[in-house]
């Protein structure tokens, strides 16, 4: 064979170590709810969980493009202080 194959155990670990991560990354996330402002989560919300880009949710907001990138980079230095 060309490479490595993992044993059983460390797939296993390897799997509990990603769900963990998940985790804790799913957590901060939902802590940072309550330090973003309400127009910060919109913006949030809109761009990952919608997948929508800059443009389309300046559109649908009826804001400027520079409106949504400052929202957003408050944002993203907000949760990156958690």
């Known amino acids: 064979m060309c490479g490595e194959m993992k ?13 963990s991560n998940i ?3 799913f957590i901060k996330g ?22 929508m880009d800059f443009d389309h949710a300046a559109e649908n907001f009826g804001i400027n493009k520079k409106t949504i ?9 907000k949760v990156a202080n958690l």
């Open 69 to 77: 990138y400052y929202h957003w980079e408050n944002a993203i230095e």
């Open 30 to 51: 939902r802590r940072s709810i309550k330090r973003l402002t309400a127009r910060e989560n919109e913006i949030v919300d809109c761009i990952i969980d919608l997948g």
């Open 7 to 19: 044993t059983r155990e460390e797939e296993e670990r390897d799997n509990r170590e990603y769900a």
């Open 23 to 25: 985790s804790e990354a």
